[in-house]
């Protein structure tokens, strides 16, 4: 009884939390401001880690794909795309597994959340549950990223680390999108 009272009293939290007015983002408008950051870049995190990214459209301007190199031989790659009026990211993760994301809100900062995905049963891993975006100027952005373990899934709480919260910068002045 215990359990259906905290989940009650979590439910009730979550609902009472949301904007009133919430508006559907625009992901029209997020996937065109996204492509904005075709070309390479490098991240920094507040803890000092760093990456590489790079962003290149595919498929007839339709995807945009997000490719991060981790270590030598090891990467991850992201894909963004319009569905309908929703703008998707499925998340290609070193660990095995292929969450989906939502974008759920785009004021200030894009926010994607958990939607579905495979291979999340795999014990001992963790999925990417939600990230934001934020796009500085045509040079700069930042991003966050919260992971949880494969058990967890759906809409539950997770508290943001600011030391995973990486800074990007332009390695080159490229924005061909032909690239």
């Not at 004021?107 to 959340?113: R, S, V």
């Amino acid at each position: 009884m215990k359990h259906v009272k905290a989940l009650s009293l979590i439910l009730l939290l979550t609902v009472f939390s949301m904007p009133a007015s919430a508006e559907k983002p625009d992901a029209a408008k997020a996937f065109q401001q996204l492509s904005g950051l075709v070309g390479n870049w490098m991240g920094k995190s507040e803890s000092g880690r760093q990456h590489s990214v790079n962003y290149r459209l595919s498929a007839g301007g339709t995807v945009l794909v997000e490719t991060w190199s981790l270590s030598s031989g090891r990467e991850s790659m992201t894909m963004y795309h319009l569905d309908g009026d929703d703008l998707m990211a499925t998340h290609y993760c070193p660990q095995g597994n292929q969450p989906r994301l939502l974008l759920v809100s785009d004021a200030g900062k894009m926010h994607f959340e958990f939607r579905d995905g495979t291979n999340l049963k795999v014990p001992d891993k963790a999925h990417q549950h939600s990230f934001w975006l934020q796009i500085n100027d045509s040079g700069h952005f930042q991003r966050n990223e919260i992971y949880v373990d494969n058990v967890r899934t759906g809409h539950l709480p997770a508290e943001e680390n600011p030391q995973d919260t990486f800074s990007y910068t332009r390695k080159d002045d490229s924005t061909d999108t032909k690239k």
